[in-house]
């Protein structure tokens, strides 16, 4: 597998480190990187990946949509437009419906479509150096875009999303701790290390859990009820009963080993 916009290494056999790769323009994202996106999701699909983490190249995450294509937007009709915008949405978006979860190192700012990307990713740890904004008011746009509407009040609540989408101010590393936009904040050169400690944790778990995990939380922070929580919690312990996996841990608990799993 090879992108143009972004190199993509094995720190370990079943974790994945996507470095987007245009540092001249803060890893701003082209059309080209949405389509590399959807097509890194369609491979990784195909691979035994347990974590998929993202930073960026140089000193910033991505700056957001690429100034030079961001010109073309108004000369496209209304059709083409909506046809574009909804691929662009999916190929950010897509990050989150990937079965194994998605770790985000935010080394420096993230603006625009590149703060939508890592609040897309499952959980955020930030360098001193990161900052966050939702640019796109600033530029004539809604603040509203590839799904930052949905995921950013659910990190942070309704009313601090909502004066960050309104003001498009930057939200510096320890404020984005403060108010749960991130997990955790560390220095810039222990960034990707601490970003792989956490992948390989996640990794040793059984990849069904891991897996079941992530849905169901995804699922449950819009659940109508407390029962429907429930239903979908029971449905997937059922399901892990199954496995030969949870069988594997329950003997390695015993034995006091560490688990093999599998991932069935």
């Known amino acids: 597998m090879s ?56 000193r910033a995450f991505s700056a957001g949509l690429d100034l030079d294509e961001a010109a073309l ?26 079965p194994f979860p998605v770790l985000a190192a935010v080394n420096g700012a993230a603006a625009g479509a590149g703060m939508a990307l890592a609040l897309m990713a499952d959980i955020r740890v930030a360098a001193t150096t990161a900052r966050f904004n939702a640019a796109f008011v600033r530029i004539g746009l809604s603040g509203g875009d590839c799904g930052t509407s949905w995921t950013l009040p659910r990190l942070v609540g309704l009313s601090r999303a909502t004066e960050i989408l309104l003001t498009g101010r930057f939200v510096e590393a320890e404020e984005a701790r403060d108010i749960g936009l991130v997990t955790e904040v560390v220095e810039p050169e222990a960034l990707v290390h601490r970003a792989l400690e956490i992948a390989a944790v996640i990794a040793g778990n059984s990849p069904v859990g891991v897996a079941l995990t992530k849905q169901v939380v995804r699922a449950n922070v819009d659940a109508p009820s407390l029962q429907a929580a429930l239903e979908v919690e029971d449905r997937n312990q059922v399901i ?18 560490p688990p093999t799993f599998v991932g069935n």
Not at 4 to 23: E, G, I, N
Not at 84 to 98: V, Y
Not at 246 to 252: G, I, K, Q, R
């Open 3 to 58: 992108y143009r916009t972004f190199d993509l290494t094995w720190p370990s056999p079943q974790v994945a480190l996507a470095t987007l790769d245009r540092p001249d323009r803060l890893n701003a994202i082209t059309f080209e990187m949405f389509d590399e996106f959807a097509q890194l999701q369609a491979d990784l699909a195909d691979r035994d990946v347990r974590v998929l983490v993202m930073t960026g190249a140089g």
């Open 73 to 98: 937007l108004s000369s496209m009709s209304a059709a083409e437009m909506l046809r574009r915008q909804t691929g662009w949405s999916r190929a950010i978006a897509g990050f989150a419906d990937l």
């Open 240 to 257: 892990a009963t199954r496995t030969a996996d949870m069988v594997e841990a329950l003997t390695a608990f015993r034995e006091k080993r």
